[in-house]
């Protein structure tokens, strides 16, 4: 971000750098929280876009969502960027369009195509909740997050859980392979996204980095919205008007808040590892809403995954010292190569 009277050229933050403390209990229970309460209503979309079905097309849905996402987050970070009298650059601009490009346009378009291919909501959030797995890879590069034997041990609980999931959803069809792979390639491209905020959000903080990623993110898809409503028409739009406003508005910019504030005071590792608890909060929701069946291998994955969950959460509380030591060196190591 550019100070308003910076006018040079390149890189356009500020190379004043002031150490982040080390973070105590309290702020990793509050990274913790907002994470796990994120993901709550992330949770909620698989089900609510089973409700909707076909009647809204998945670039519809994306552009919906993200548009109404960016203009209520930029409306909340315009007090702040005016108390703070700065200004975004080209630079930032071209951080914000990735992000959204990667984050946004492209994943959960594909999010949104391998939900209306699976058959069941849970299944989605099984598949979907692999992306801990490419976080992990990505993070030891993108974050310099290292690689340890609790994180390991985390990710082999959460793996057998999304396992025992994967078992219950049926043969392996030539639907179900299609639905799989745009949902893992969803996956890593979410994976990704996460890696690339937890390393800029402390430049622009939750609602300007949210908001304009999913702004941009929504008009790359727009074109594509526009095309597909000319030729289906509105009828599906119509018809679908409330649970559409819902996936928009509380399950897309409220639960993009919430997870972006706990991935800024938390790590990618923790954030990637929270989302083995969709399968679980996915599952039940389908469960209560579409009366779809749970069976023995779904109720073994979720401890499975809650265990796996554990691990992580609690070495992260017992050891801030650790965390803030990370912290620092990812830090200096950004500032490097700025």
């Not at 403390?21 to 796990?36: D, E, M, Q, Y």
């Not at 041990?153 to 219950?168: D, H, I, K, P, T």
């Not at 069809?173 to 390639?185: D, E, F, K, P, Y």
């Not at 599906?236 to 008007?241: K, R, Y």
């Amino acid at each position: 971000m550019t100070a308003s009277h910076d006018t040079t050229e390149g890189p356009t933050h500020p190379h004043t750098h002031t150490p982040t403390p080390p973070v105590g209990k309290a702020p990793a229970a509050i990274a913790f929280v907002a994470l796990f309460a994120g993901v709550a209503l992330f949770s909620t979309i698989e089900v609510a876009s089973k409700l909707i079905g076909a009647r809204v097309h998945p670039f519809q849905m994306v552009f919906i969502r993200f548009f109404l996402t960016g203009l209520t987050l930029l409306a909340l970070a315009r007090p702040a960027l005016r108390q703070r009298a700065v200004r975004l650059g080209p630079r930032d601009y071209g951080v914000l369009a990735l992000n959204g490009g990667i984050g946004f346009a492209l994943a959960l378009v594909l999010f949104h195509a391998a939900i209306l291919v699976f058959e069941k909501a849970a299944s989605c959030a099984v598949v979907f909740s692999a992306n801990p797995i490419f976080v992990l890879l990505l993070a030891r590069f993108v974050n310099r997050e290292p690689w340890s034997a609790p994180k390991w041990a985390a990710m082999a609980a959460g793996l057998a859980g999304v396992a025992c999931f994967a078992w219950e959803s049926g043969a392996f069809t030539r639907q179900s392979l299609t639905a799989i792979g745009l949902m893992l390639a969803a996956a890593l491209l979410f994976a990704l996204s996460v890696c690339i905020v937890r390393r800029v959000i402390k430049n622009y903080g939750v609602f300007v980095l949210t908001g304009y990623s999913a702004l941009f993110g929504s008009l790359m898809v727009l074109p594509f919205a526009l095309l597909v409503t000319a030729r289906q028409g509105v009828d599906g739009l119509a018809s679908a008007w409330a649970p559409t406003l819902y996936v928009a508005l509380p399950g897309t910019a409220l639960a993009y808040g919430l997870y972006y504030f706990g991935l800024g005071r938390g790590t990618a590792f923790q954030a990637g590892m929270m989302f083995f608890l969709k399968p679980v909060m996915a599952s039940a929701l389908a469960v209560l809403v579409l009366r779809e069946h749970i069976n023995g291998f779904m109720l073994l994955g979720s401890a499975l995954i809650v265990g796996g969950l554990a691990i992580t959460v609690g070495g992260h509380l017992l050891a801030p010292r650790a965390q803030g030591e990370c912290r620092e060196c990812c830090e200096k190591h950004e500032k490097m190569i700025r």
